[in-house]
């Protein structure tokens, strides 16, 4: 699992690339979770210091309907943060899905 994009935060642990249509087609990100007082997720989709998206890990518990970046609402299913949720929070593993 080869990353792809720059993160320096070393409280951050790698949960291996994710692919979906939720913030723009096709996108590829790289899913981390933050273990810290205050447990957060955030999917990566470029090096630049704004291309990111992260929350709470509490908010990506269940599946939830949320509003898209197009402005439309949608049920989080297939969003990265509920995927990196998942992968780390939720205990699943990247590479079975188990």
């Not at 979906?20 to 957060?40: M, V």
């Not at 780390?88 to 079975?96: C, H, L």
Request: proline share 6%; hydrophobic share 25%.
């Amino acid at each position: 699992m080869d990353k792809q994009f720059l993160h320096e935060c070393d409280r951050c642990r790698y949960l291996g690339p994710y692919t979906s249509d939720w913030y723009g087609p096709n996108r590829r990100y790289e899913l981390y979770a933050c273990e810290t007082r205050d447990p957060s997720v955030l999917a990566r989709y470029g090096d630049k210091a704004h291309e990111y998206a992260s929350g709470p890990a509490a908010c990506f518990e269940e599946d939830q309907i949320s509003v898209g970046p197009d402005g439309e609402q949608r049920i989080n299913t297939n969003s990265p943060l509920r995927e990196a949720w998942r992968r780390s929070f939720g205990r699943i593993d990247a590479e079975t899905g188990v």
